[in-house]
């Protein structure tokens, strides 16, 4: 074998294609749409590299079309999350043991398959199974999953090369072990790139996954484990499977092995794993590492020395782009009453110029929230909403679900900062709005900071330099992401790390080298030279 300190390719983002009208990839994603309306695919489980299907077949279908049937996907149970767990320690050895670039060149390739061969299906699944319009799906299941892959790379070659100093006739050294044991990867529908990114990044640094996705996001989550079987990730590395979470967790966070979670979801549900695992501590051979993004209540924060116009597309973008299905969506913003007229005004009118439809129609902006568990719990809010005397409806509040769950952008305007739209996460296409007097800037910006026990993204709208600096300060610990003039969404891998403290999660910031080092245990090796022959120091000999 040969030997040698390897220079990985240098990581550069992904450039986002624009689906065109007449353009390649606009072709190509319509192609690979029909495709997967013209079939109902099969999704297994994959076990130790082998499919695997049970009795229990649930049906898959778009949010924005719920009667077409675009394939099943089948339920696996107890039995089956034991089986990824021995999957998993039975490949670990060999895993870990193989030299760090060659499993980085299992990612680097799944990164290329996806930017090329793959890129169309990647998005048409996502487009279809999680109702993304074309450029929503692009930013996400195509670019944002292969910058993940590429620069987690160069974030481990990092990692590797941090070594100590060493002292005459010592040689020190650190190594980066995986963790001892296996590593749970629970990912989201909202962004197929989380899906794939947090078992692949566990997985990088030498440890073996089992991977529960959402259920409403396997469309996708099939595709990325066709493309890692394609780049050659080896069969135990990464165990897919669909069981429903309570069963999974009774397995899982009960087993001695359990070496950590790696976590996006809603709040309630991580700090019910968070206490689980408190409470089944004993039983592990080491402490799990706990590393989850949770939710949000994101805030944007307008100055009346703000831009009107830049104000409004901030809103109408970081609240409703993707149906405002994103931990990062703008949800409360506190505008000056002197700036609010020519804010309402623009917002609409984009509103007004916005359509709302299927994604296969290029021309819909807004498509349908993920399911009608979804559709329920957002429109109790806005009836809710329509009967109080605290609120009025600026724009939206219409739905339809008879075809797809289609939910119209929704402003509310508030008149008390406390009303629980501008409190509690709703996790849809509606924004809530406070009107505030520039008089009272001061007190607004202690209410941003104590409204939500959310802490994930938030923004200042502002041309006045001094109140950029004092809000950026004021508000250090309300947000992990914090945005200058810009809406509160849209990270970027290596550009922008993401996540988010208080309840929004750990804030270990996936897309940078924090979240890759939760996933190895480092252990320090001195080796002495010349070894002393005797415990006698100088300053024991007598005058």
């Not at 700090?271 to 409470?279: E, H, K, R, S």
């Not at 509103?351 to 349908?368: P, Q």
């Not at 520039?438 to 209410?447: N, S």
């Amino acid at each position: 074998m040969s030997f040698g300190i390897f220079n990985v390719p240098t990581p550069v983002n992904e450039p986002v294609k624009e689906y065109r009208p007449g353009s390649p990839e606009r072709e190509a994603v319509k192609q690979a749409l029909q495709d997967f309306r013209s079939q109902e695919t099969d999704i297994p489980m994959y076990i130790n590299g082998q499919e695997i299907r049970t009795d229990r077949k649930f049906r898959v279908a778009p949010p924005h079309d719920h009667q077409h049937t675009l394939g099943y996907f089948y339920e696996g149970d107890a039995q089956h999350v034991e089986q990824a767990i021995e999957a998993a320690l039975s490949a670990k050895d060999a895993w870990a043991s193989l030299s760090w670039e060659n499993r980085a060149s299992i990612f680097l390739k799944a990164a290329d398959l996806l930017a090329g061969p793959y890129r169309s299906r990647i998005n048409a699944a996502t487009m279809l199974g999680q109702s993304k319009n074309a450029y929503q799906a692009e930013i996400d299941s195509a670019c944002e999953l292969i910058d993940f892959l590429r620069f987690n790379v160069h974030y481990a070659d990092e990692i590797y090369r941090q070594q100590p100093n060493s002292s005459p006739g010592v040689w020190n050294r650190l190594e980066y072990r995986p963790l001892e044991g296996f590593v749970f990867a629970l990912t989201p529908f909202n962004f197929t790139a989380i899906a794939g990114n947090l078992p692949t990044s566990a997985a990088m640094m030498g440890n073996t996954v089992v991977w529960k996705p959402a259920y409403t996001q396997v469309l996708s989550a099939k595709v990325i484990m066709e493309v890692l079987q394609v780049a050659g990730l080896p069969d135990g590395v990464i165990n897919l499977i669909y069981v429903d979470g309570p069963v999974a967790g009774e397995v899982i966070f009960n087993h001695p092995d359990f070496a950590g979670i790696h976590f996006t979801g809603s709040t309630g549900v991580f700090q019910q794993i968070w206490g689980t695992i408190g409470a089944n501590i004993h039983k592990y051979k080491s402490y799990p590492r706990i590393v989850g993004e949770t939710g949000g209540k994101d805030f944007v924060l307008v100055h009346e020395s703000a831009d009107a116009d830049e104000v409004a597309t901030g809103l109408v973008r970081g609240a409703f782009e993707y149906q405002g299905q994103k931990c990062s969506a703008a949800s409360r913003a506190y505008i000056p009453s002197t700036l609010w007229p020519a804010v309402e005004a623009k917002m609409k009118q984009f509103l007004g110029a916005i359509k709302m439809g299927v994604t296969e129609d290029f021309t819909n902006f807004i498509n349908a929230v993920i399911d009608e568990r979804a559709f329920k719990k957002i429109t109790a809010y806005i009836d809710e909403a329509k009967k109080s005397d605290q609120v009025r409806i600026v724009a939206g509040g219409n739905y339809d679900g008879s075809k797809g769950y289609f939910i119209e952008p929704t402003v509310l305007q508030v008149n008390d900062p406390a009303y629980r739209t501008m409190c509690e996460e709703i996790f849809g296409p509606v924004l809530s709005v406070y009107i505030y007097e520039p008089a009272d800037f001061e007190e607004i910006i202690q209410v941003v900071n104590t409204t939500s026990p959310y802490a994930l993204t938030g923004s200042i709208f502002a041309k006045d330099r001094y109140v950029v600096e004092q809000v950026t300060k004021q508000l250090q610990n309300a947000a992990g992401n914090f945005y200058i003039n810009d809406k509160p969404t849209g990270a970027v891998v290596g550009q922008q790390p993401f996540g988010g403290a208080r309840a929004s999660g750990t804030n270990d910031k996936a897309g940078s080298a924090l979240n890759l080092y939760r996933w190895v245990s480092a252990r320090t090796i001195k080796e002495t030279y010349v070894s002393p022959k005797s415990f006698e120091y100088p300053f024991l000999q007598a005058e």
